[in-house]
């Protein structure tokens, strides 16, 4: 066998040695397990990540890890299989994603949101999204999510309106004066919910068809004194007062922010002396239904959010694990609550 001098023999301790003859080299070299604890036969070349051909003495400013058992053929096997293994996330089956500021903000994805889902749902473990936002259709967050890369499924998402209209039904409110934009009318209206006070566009006004059973109030960029008024008088005539949420601010694009369904419940609220019932997070509802459809428990569950007072309050109240993400609303983790700049951190749980 030739041995080429740039290949010198493996020494009894996974080093090298200089000066024996090539019979030597052969005798040492065939049936000897290397460091990486891989057989060596006479055809093997050696290890050459990281060592010194001659000394076999670390060079300087290379880096252990699997890289240094690279050969002249590329990449070994097992470095190839860590680089493209999915995330372990040991002891969690399910992941149940906010949307605003934690996977999107406006129309840009936050950091390394998509490659994120993406080895979540290779590694085979179920992805689920809620929202606060009432404005918005489920069909709607599923276009927007495949707008910056994230593959989704209307049946996968669950808004704060769905909710609603939910609860509303079984509770017997069969019909409800919104204050809210038109994807909220629209919403309670498939979901068997009337609408008093608003035509098919889903427009709203002061002005009602009929008695409502209920007042729901959500985020309303259309919101007026008239609609105050209207909201005020129908609660303190007996209607139910529900709340898609309290969300102070919505997040939009380049860090801005923008005035949420929180201040229009707090109005009405005030004006009706009577506080709503919430529909959305913090209340564990939503978090809950995906339990329900599932069938995984809460303690094999996670849930993440860019709030502490409703994403990851939900989730506590639903007994399940939460991770925050700080690309959102908050810029800082409390004590005790486990937290990551963006999405990837939750790979590295």
């Given at each position: 066998?030739?041995?080429?001098?740039?290949d010198?023999?493996?020494a009894?301790?996974?080093?090298?040695e200089?000066?024996?003859?090539?019979?030597?080299?052969?005798?040492?070299?065939v049936?000897?397990?290397?460091?990486?604890?891989?057989?060596?036969?006479?055809?093997?070349?050696?290890?050459?990540?990281?060592?010194?051909?001659?000394?076999?003495?670390?060079?300087?400013?290379e880096?252990?890890?699997?890289g240094?058992?690279a050969?002249?053929?590329?990449?070994?096997?097992?470095?190839?299989r860590?680089?493209?293994?999915?995330?372990?996330?040991?002891?969690?089956?399910l992941?149940?994603?906010?949307?605003?500021?934690?996977?999107?903000?406006?129309?840009?994805p936050?950091?390394h949101?998509?490659?994120?889902?993406?080895?979540l749902?290779?590694?085979?473990?179920?992805?689920?999204?809620?929202t606060?936002?009432?404005a918005?259709?489920?069909?709607e967050?599923?276009?927007?999510?495949?707008?910056?890369?994230?593959e989704?499924?209307?049946a996968?998402?669950?808004?704060?309106?769905?909710?609603?209209?939910?609860?509303a039904?079984?509770e017997g409110?069969?019909?409800?004066?919104?204050v809210g934009d038109?994807?909220?009318?629209?919403?309670?209206?498939?979901?068997?919910?009337?609408?008093?006070?608003?035509?098919?566009?889903g427009?709203?006004?002061?002005?009602?068809?009929g008695?409502?059973d209920?007042?729901?109030?959500?985020?309303?960029?259309?919101?007026?004194?008239?609609?105050?008024?209207?909201?005020m008088q129908?609660?303190?005539?007996?209607?139910?007062?529900?709340?898609?949420?309290?969300?102070?601010?919505?997040?939009?694009e380049?860090?801005?922010?923008?005035?949420?369904?929180?201040?229009v419940?707090?109005?009405?609220?005030?004006?009706?002396?009577?506080s709503?019932?919430?529909?959305g997070?913090?209340?564990?509802?939503?978090?809950?239904?995906?339990?329900?459809?599932?069938?995984?428990?809460?303690?094999r569950?996670?849930?993440?959010?860019?709030?502490?007072?409703?994403?990851?309050?939900?989730?506590?109240r639903?007994?399940c694990?939460v991770?925050?993400?700080?690309?959102?609303?908050?810029?800082?983790?409390p004590?005790?609550?486990p937290?990551?700049?963006?999405?990837?951190?939750i790979?590295?749980?």
């Amino acid at each position: 066998m030739r041995h080429d001098a740039a290949d010198p023999p493996f020494a009894e301790g996974g080093g090298f040695e200089e000066g024996p003859s090539r019979s030597v080299v052969r005798q040492r070299r065939v049936g000897r397990t290397n460091r990486a604890g891989l057989r060596v036969d006479g055809r093997s070349r050696g290890l050459r990540g990281g060592r010194d051909a001659r000394s076999g003495a670390r060079r300087e400013g290379e880096e252990r890890g699997p890289g240094q058992f690279a050969s002249r053929w590329g990449t070994p096997f097992w470095d190839r299989r860590l680089r493209s293994s999915p995330p372990v996330l040991m002891g969690i089956d399910l992941l149940v994603f906010d949307l605003d500021g934690t996977v999107y903000r406006g129309t840009e994805p936050t950091p390394h949101a998509a490659e994120t889902l993406a080895r979540l749902r290779r590694s085979g473990r179920r992805v689920r999204f809620v929202t606060n936002n009432s404005a918005i259709l489920a069909e709607e967050v599923v276009e927007r999510l495949r707008g910056v890369g994230i593959e989704a499924e209307e049946a996968e998402v669950l808004t704060s309106a769905q909710v609603a209209a939910e609860y509303a039904l079984t509770e017997g409110l069969r019909s409800a004066f919104v204050v809210g934009d038109p994807g909220l009318c629209h919403t309670l209206r498939r979901g068997g919910i009337g609408v008093v006070n608003a035509g098919e566009p889903g427009d709203v006004s002061d002005l009602s068809e009929g008695t409502p059973d209920c007042v729901i109030a959500g985020i309303c960029r259309t919101f007026s004194y008239e609609l105050l008024d209207g909201a005020m008088q129908w609660i303190r005539s007996g209607a139910r007062f529900l709340a898609t949420n309290r969300d102070a601010t919505y997040p939009l694009e380049q860090g801005r922010l923008q005035p949420g369904a929180g201040p229009v419940v707090a109005a009405i609220e005030a004006a009706s002396e009577t506080s709503p019932t919430t529909m959305g997070k913090p209340e564990p509802r939503m978090v809950e239904r995906f339990l329900r459809e599932t069938g995984i428990p809460a303690e094999r569950t996670l849930v993440i959010g860019d709030r502490v007072d409703t994403d990851i309050e939900s989730g506590l109240r639903a007994g399940c694990q939460v991770h925050l993400v700080l690309c959102g609303v908050t810029s800082s983790a409390p004590e005790g609550v486990p937290a990551s700049p963006d999405l990837r951190g939750i790979l590295a749980r």
